[in-house]
């Protein structure tokens, strides 16, 4: 951990702490088996060919899945881009047009765009991949994460995010 340059992912370099990490209705995992899921997850995104600047659509709800898929992204290099799953089809339809995901993290039967793959939670797939070690950390810059606006002055707007503390989000171009 940096203090000049705190970073989100520094919470995986607390293997040794038994104390809850996060914690939704379904589960909870502690520090040491945050960083161990994150990895696995960063395993099974490489094994569907997910790359530095891929989107990956993650369409659940808040949930320990979801924060750890959005932390895999981010050690990955990937962007983590947020889709509602109870959005109806034709918004799901028109943000995953707008962001080309490699792959959707979702629920089995979530929405999935021809020219990605679905990775079903529903089913353990998502902690199903193993990795010895979590890859190089990308620029705090670059961007991490793509998060829609709630809709509610007119069409959901696309909004990037990095990890660099304090940094505005910029609007991504839409078609």
């Known amino acids: 951990m940096n203090a000049a340059r705190p970073d989100v992912l520094d919470v995986l370099d607390h293997t040794q702490r038994r ?20 990895n696995a997850v960063v395993a099974l ?6 790359h530095p600047g891929d989107r990956v659509v993650v369409s659940l709800p808040n949930s320990v899945s979801s924060v750890e898929a959005f932390l895999a992204c981010a050690a990955l290099g990937a962007i983590w881009v947020g ?32 020219e990605a793959d679905l990775i079903s ?12 070690s979590l890859p190089m950390r990308p620029e705090l810059d670059v961007p991490c994460g793509i998060a ?9 707007k ?15 171009p839409t078609p």
């Open 19 to 38: 104390d809850v990490a996060l914690e939704d209705r379904w589960r909870s995992v502690d520090h040491a088996g945050l960083a161990s899921e994150v």
């Open 45 to 50: 995104l490489r094994a569907r060919g997910v």
């Open 83 to 114: 889709v509602n799953p109870s959005a109806p089809i034709e918004e799901k339809a028109r943000q995953c047009a707008i962001v080309s995901p490699r792959v959707v993290i979702g629920a089995s039967g979530a929405y999935v765009p021809a």
């Open 121 to 132: 939670v529903g089913d353990g797939e998502l902690v199903a991949g193993r990795c010895d």
């Open 148 to 156: 829609f606006s709630s809709g509610t002055t007119g069409t959901p």
């Open 158 to 172: 696309a909004l990037v995010h990095s990890r660099a503390p304090g940094r505005t989000p910029w609007l991504a």
